[in-house]
Structure formats: C-alpha cells, structure tokens
C-alpha cells in the first residue's frame, strides 16, 4: 500500500498550493469587483512579438546539413576503404544511422564492429552486413492453433500506431487466403475504434463482435472466441486499446486479456506489437513492457512509406530479439508486407 | 517526460560539481555527455549539434563565474540555451476581432489531432469561448465518429458531412457563424508528410478557411524524423504553433526540441494524458526546468486553479494546519486530487519526487483510489472524526464492509496518523509551513507576470521524506526566515 503515503504526500502538497491560490485570489479580488475572464480585443494574428521572433539562428546550418543527409549514403558508399576505417569515415556511417533512429547504443556497438573488422569490401557493404546481422530473428507466423482450438492473434501498441488499420489489412489478407476471420473489437476504450474496425470488417467480409464503449475487453475478447467456435472460423484477430507502455495497471490489463484469448477455446499464436516507423528510441521500452505484460512474438512496422526510416527496430530485434514480421508501406489494403531484411536496410541507409 | 534526459544532466552535474574549474577537456566531456542525452531523447541530430554550438558559444563567451561550479555553469549554460530553444515565452493566444477565430490542425496520421482537437475545444471553453468543432477528416474510417463522441463528452458541438473536407470545412464556418460561436476548431485527415495529394487538401482548406492558427499536431514519442515532418508541414502551410501530444508517456521527447528548432514556432499546448482535462498550455521555461529536473510548479498551481474547488482546499487547509484533519476532509481532498488528473501526472510537476515514486504513483490505478475510498466510506461518522476509537473489532468491520482486509485498514490509518503528526507539527512548529506558504503564495501571484522556475521551499520542508537528493541548479540566495514573509492560513469559522 505504497500508494496510501503517495496519496497521503499528493493531498498534503494540494491542500498547500490550493491554500497558496486560496491566499492569492482572495487578496487579489478586491470585494464586489467583477471577474469577467480577460477578453483582450486583439487583432486575428499572433501576438507581434511572437510572429517577429527569429527562428532558432542556427536553423540554415541545421537545412544545410539536412540537406547534405541526403546524399550521405552516397558518400558511404564511395568510400571504397579496405581494412581499417578513418574517423571520418566512421563519423558518416554514425550520422546515418543516427539519423534512421538506430539509436546511440546500437549505432556505437556497430561503430566498434566496424573499427574491429574494418572494411574489406568497401564501408557500404560492411554497414550493410552488420546491419543484416542484426536482423537474423525467424520470421515465419502461425495461423494455425492445437486441434480444437482457435489461433487467436492479438494487437497491441501505444496509441496512434495504426493497430486498428493493420487488423483490417490483415483481416483482408486473411480471407484472401482462404480464411475466415473473427474480429475481436477489444479496442473499448477509444471512442469509435469499433466503428472503424467495423468499416474494415465490412470491406473484408469478416465477421465482427464488439460492445459498448468501456465494456471489458476480456469479455469481447471472449465472446469472438465463441462465435470463432460456434461458426468454425479460421482465426480470429483481436483488437486492443492503445496504451502508454509505462502504466502498470493498463499493462496488467492487458495480460488479463492475453490470458483471456489463451484460454481454451482460443489460442493466442501470435501477439504482434504494431510500431509506428516515426517512433525514436521510446520504442524500445514500449517493447520491453510490451513483451513482457503480452509475450510478443513480432512486429509490424507501419507508416514506413513516410519519411521516417524505422532503425529503431534494429535495436529491437538486436537487444529483445523480437522480429520485425510486417511492414505497412501505404494506406492500401494490400500494403502491408512481409518484412524483408534486406529491402528494409537498403532503404535504411538510403538516407 | 525528458526524465532520461534529466536524469543524464544530474549525473553530469554530480561528476562535475566535485571538480575545480572547466578545461577544455572537461567541456568537451560534458558536451560530449550532453550530446549523447539529446540523441537518446531523440533530439534530431542536426538540432544537436546546433544546440552544442550555442552552448560552447554561451560558455566560451562568459567569463568564469566564480559563485558557479564548472558543473553548475555548463548546466546553467544547457538550461538557458534549452530555454531558448523551446521558445523562450510562451505564446499567447487572441483572438479575432471579427469572430470566429479559426483554428487548423494538421499532422502525421496517429499524432493525436482527433482527440486534440477535443481537448482545445474543452480548453476554449474554460476560457468562457464558445467552440465549434468541425471535422474534415473523411479519411480514416470513424474519425467523424470519434469526434462526434469526444465532443459530446466535452460538451461541444461538432460538425460534419459526408461531401469532401474542403466542402466540410466551409459549410462549418458558415454555420458556426450563424450559430454565433466564436472559435472554430478544424480536424483534418491524418497524412504521411510526403503525400502530395493529402497535403494539398490540407493547402486547400487552409485557403477556403483562412485559419488565424495553424497547429501541428506532433507526437512526443517522434524520432529523427519529427524535422522532416515539421518542415515539409510548414513549407505548405506557414505553421503558427505547435502541439505536443502523448507528453505522459516515459519518452524523453526530444521531438519537441527538434520540431521548435526546425519550424521556430512556438510550442503551444502539451497534451498529457488521456483524460480530457490532462491539456495544458505550454510553458518552455517550465519545460526546461522540468528537463533539469526541477519539477513544475507553477503548472500544478494553475491546474489546481482551474480544477478544484477552493472553499473545500481551503477548510482541508486550515483544519490540516490546527491537526484536526479528519478522514472526511481527507475524502474531500482526496475528490478535488481526482479532479486534477492522473497521480502520476501530478507527481511529474512535483519537485524533489524520485523516480521511483514516480513510477509507483504511475502503477497507481484509480481502483486502488477507489479502496481507499471504501474503506473511508466503510467507517462511522465518529471513527472518521477519531479514528484513534478504531479498535481490532472496528477495523475487522470496516475491513469486510469495503472489500478489502485489515492490513489494507491498518496501513491507512497508521499512515493517515503519521501524516496528521506531520502536518501539525508543520502548522505549529518552527514557522516552516507559514514561511513555505509564505513563498507559494508570493510564488502563485507573481505566475501571471513572470513564468519563473523558483522553487518553493515549502515543497521542499513537506517532501523531507521524499527527497531524491540533489537538485541541480541552486535557485536563489539561501532562504532567510523573515518574520514579514508570513502568511496567516486561512481563518476558519
């Protein structure tokens, strides 16, 4: 009960600052004075001094160097350096990978892997491979459960990742095999996350059980599993609601309903975490709480049609070994892909 | 959020405080230090780099400070230029002349515009506005649904028809106008910055609707690729401001830092949580003072303006102060903590809260509020008044009337008790608690004028048991006691 004396502390410190503001609107609302909220006559723009203030000075260098980015892949591959790297050389290889979102970790362990072995066929493929290394994790999926039993696959993320967007994709990539597919709309939490599962389900032909905003997910969970038994479906593809990975309570939740969607009749063979490819280096302790409140078995990398890079799965699949298995590449139905490692560097390092 | 990068900046403050003077070898560790904790936190690598040049520029510039250890300077050096970056005041927002003020908000799909746009309705009409909201966002299955439901909770009406959003958009200023409602809030479809096609719908409707504010909406989980993102949406659409979203999460959210830098356009409001009162205006200053690990003081106190009610704080206060708090009054304050959004977000703003606290109180849910709350409700009159009568018989009764088992009882009142000796003794003792209130209340009123980062050393005599250690920065002179300085708590009739 640790949670008593937080409280205890919390209401203490309120009670002072709520007395303190108390204190300071008594003294400075003389008696019988109007308090009408200020309602400054201002013209439509922004306040002049904000809408002349400079940007950051430095900003053309930060475009100038921006702009050299682009091309740095280039001068990786140029260097046509054989044994050892030159500090400059490994300056460049850093920037790149940096700027992917490889992370400071990852890129110095590669760093010092390439400072090690060198570069006897050139640093762009030396790059390469040590990427490539990182990337060996098995990446096939299960779709199917134990005799009798029904696969359940099972979404998880933070909010605004595309998780519900990659269940009717994959819904859809279901049914086209051949399968057919029970939507769990687990997501109760965010208002009209069912609705637009439902929209997905329509499109695909798959079948969709849902509730009331709020209701348990477990139960939802629960009752797709027994339609899926009922009707002899395939599989079934369960939904949940985006949730920060630093919140006890909301991972537990999140274990009730895995243990939920693993109890007979259902199976859960796959829990994908869905990523967004924009995502820096927080996406490593989403990972880490993800796999451990849910026992993840892949990724899916969405939005990777955008600027962003997504090196961050790198250091995923490096340090937790978790594989990348899909990638969403547009906002198609059929853009969500297979992972291929060696597509995914080369556009890593295309910077 | 930035805990990591405070965190960092606190190791570095240690292992410097102990040394001399600052070599040139030393600043090129500290840099070096400072270089890695921006990278972690995201900050994109170009900004880091500008960010180093102005630091070393700061420091090379200023005479050595004899009052300041080299340690206390780099980190001075690092907090005013992090102060610059983020925007260095805040961003005032007015409105027009000729009502409706209109407001666009645009960003990468799954930033968080929807329910964004709900909260600033929600913020708008906390500052006595009538909001609008309009949605144009007619790609994402349900985004109108979504929106529809987010403002029926906030109470704000919402628009929408199933033409294009440019339609959508004017046939909503039409009718917000005739309505007469003053601020209009646009949502628009989520978009992958380099869809040309997308971003011209959203070109199109800032044209048709002329917004006298253009947001971005952007992520506080962003990597590198927050500039890419903040530039290619202000090259079309002459950004005003930018949003920050999902700030309650652990990431250290360099992005904020990346797209100031970039867009050099303030950061407007932080969205801190998934409650729709967890929405603030942002404070750069704050926000450096919080990267420093300095808590947010002055964040709370407005928040505990806007939210709760002050006759009820007051009494709490009052009766806290004299030591005959009661498990009532701590009902009612406990009511008024709810009020104010998630205990973990509260802790964040509090200075001196360790991290691990922290996290406890982020593991905090609000059923475990709910026991607490049981096991009040589970009492008589009399033993919440004195809960010294509670005997073993009593503490069995309330342990079975709220669902929970004597140990959970016991704890409470033994820590309840614990607390009512401090807060007596804080209210008749050495004048730290008048002279703490003293500073808040000085504090409180100077928030309006000036956005300082002081720290109130009344949080620091009450946090005495939680202290995390050190605070980086030394604020201010060494606090006298001046008998003027008090402040009398509120009577109580």
């Known amino acids: 009960m640790t949670i008593v004396v937080i409280l205890l502390i919390v209401v203490a410190a309120l009670t002072v600052v709520g007395a303190a503001t108390v204190i300071v609107a008594r003294r400075r609302r003389p008696r019988g004075e109007l308090t009408a909220p200020p309602r400054a006559a201002m013209p439509s723009v922004l306040v002049p001094e904000v809408a002349q203030r400079p940007t950051l000075e430095t900003t053309p260098t930060i475009g100038q160097r921006l702009g050299a980015s682009r091309g740095v892949f280039d001068r990786v591959r140029s260097m046509a350096s054989v044994g050892a790297l030159s500090d400059e050389q490994l300056d460049v290889v850093e920037e790149v990978l940096l700027r992917s979102d490889v992370g400071v970790t990852t890129t110095t362990r590669i760093l010092e892997e390439l400072r090690a072995d060198g570069a006897p066929e050139g640093v762009a493929a030396a790059v390469r491979a040590a990427l490539l290394a990182s990337l060996t994790s098995e990446r096939s999926v299960t779709t199917t459960a134990s005799s009798g039993r029904v696969p359940v696959w099972l979404f998880v993320g933070v909010n605004g990742v595309g998780k519900t967007t990659t269940i009717g994709k994959l819904a859809q990539r279901h049914v086209d095999e051949g399968r057919s597919v029970v939507l769990a709309a687990g997501d109760t939490f965010r208002a009209a996350a069912a609705d637009q599962l439902e929209q997905w389900a329509t499109r695909s032909g798959a079948d969709i059980v849902r509730a009331n905003e709020g209701a348990d997910p477990g139960s939802v969970v629960h009752d797709a599993l027994g339609r899926a038994k009922a009707r002899g479906a395939d599989i079934v593809l369960a939904d949940t609601a985006g949730r920060r990975a630093n919140s006890t309570n909301l991972l537990d939740e999140l274990s009730k309903i895995r243990r939920v969607a693993d109890r007979d009749p259902g199976q859960v063979v796959e829990t994908f975490m869905v990523l967004d490819a924009t995502t820096g280096q927080n996406a490593l302790s989403q990972a880490r709480e993800f796999l451990a409140a849910a026992e993840v078995t892949g990724i899916v990398l969405t939005k990777l049609d955008g600027t962003a890079r997504g090196g961050i799965v790198v250091a995923i699949e490096r340090e937790l070994n978790i594989p990348v298995k899909f990638v969403g590449i547009g906002e198609g139905v059929g853009d969500l892909i297979a992972f291929e490692p060696e597509a995914f560097v080369d556009s890593l390092l295309d910077a | ?493």
């Not at chain 2, 995201?42 to 400070?65: H, I, P, Q």
């Not at chain 2, 992090?82 to 961003?91: K, Y």
Request: charge should be positive.
């Open chain 2, 1 to 493: 959020m930035f805990d990591a990068l405070s965190e960092r900046f606190e190791r570095l403050g240690t292992s410097l405080r102990s040394r001399g003077r600052l070599s040139d070898d030393d600043l090129d560790e500290a840099l070096g230090e400072v270089r890695a904790a921006l990278l972690e936190a995201d900050v994109e690598l170009g900004v880091v780099r500008a960010f180093l040049d102005a630091v070393r520029v700061r420091l090379s510039g200023e005479a050595l400070n004899q009052t300041l250890s080299p340690g206390q300077q780099v980190i001075k050096a690092v907090n005013e230029q992090l102060i610059e970056v983020l925007g260095g005041s805040a961003l005032k927002v007015t409105y027009a002349s000729k009502p409706p003020t209109v407001i666009l908000l645009a960003g990468l799909q799954g930033a968080g515009k929807t329910t964004t746009a709900a909260k600033l309705a929600a913020w708008f009409k906390q500052q006595g506005r009538q909001p609008y909201l309009v949605a144009a966002d007619l790609q994402r299955p349900a985004a109108v649904e979504q929106l529809r439901v987010l403002g029926a909770q906030v109470g704000v009406d919402v628009f929408s028809e199933p033409t294009t959003p440019v339609e959508v958009a004017r046939a909503g200023l039409k009718e917000a106008t005739r309505l007469g409602r003053d601020v209009v809030i646009i949502d628009t479809a989520g978009r992958l910055a380099i869809d040309e096609a997308l971003m011209k719908e959203v070109r199109d409707l800032a044209q048709v609707t002329t917004p006298h504010y253009t947001f971005l909406v952007i992520d506080a989980v962003t990597g590198q690729d927050a500039v890419l993102t903040a530039r290619a949406f202000h090259e079309s659409l002459e950004l005003s401001g930018i949003i920050v979203t999902k700030l309650d999460y652990d990431a250290r959210g360099g992005a904020v830092l990346s797209a100031r830098g970039v867009v050099g356009r303030p950061i407007v409001f932080a969205s801190t949580g998934e409650k729709m009162a967890d929405f603030e205006l942002f404070h750069p200053d704050r926000m450096a003072s919080r990267i420093l690990g300095m808590g947010d003081v002055l964040t709370l106190i407005e928040q505990a303006e806007r939210t709760m009610d002050a006759d009820v704080i007051a009494e709490g206060a009052g009766r806290m102060m004299s030591g005959n708090f009661t498990l009532d009054d701590f009902l009612a304050q406990l009511n008024q903590v709810r009020k104010l959004g998630s205990l973990g977000g509260i802790m964040k703003m509090m200075p001196g809260v360790t991290k691990e606290m922290r996290s406890a109180a982020n593991s905090v849910d609000e059923g475990e509020l709910g026991k607490v709350e049981a096991i009040i409700h589970s009492m008589t009159k009399r033993e919440r008044r004195e809960p010294s009568i509670i005997d073993g018989s009593r503490r069995t009764r309330i342990a079975k009337g709220s669902g929970t088992n004597v140990n959970a009882v016991n704890h409470l009142l033994k820590q309840f008790g614990e607390m009512r000796k401090m807060m007596k003794q804080m209210g008749s003792g050495a004048g730290a608690m008048p002279t703490g209130m003293g500073k808040m209340a000085s504090l409180a009123a100077r928030a309006q004028a000036q956005r300082g980062g002081a720290l109130p050393p009344g949080f620091e005599a009450l946090g005495e048991g939680m202290k995390s250690g050190a605070m980086p920065v030394r604020t201010g002179p060494k606090n006298k006691k001046k008998k003027g300085g008090r402040v009398t708590p509120p009577k109580q009739r």
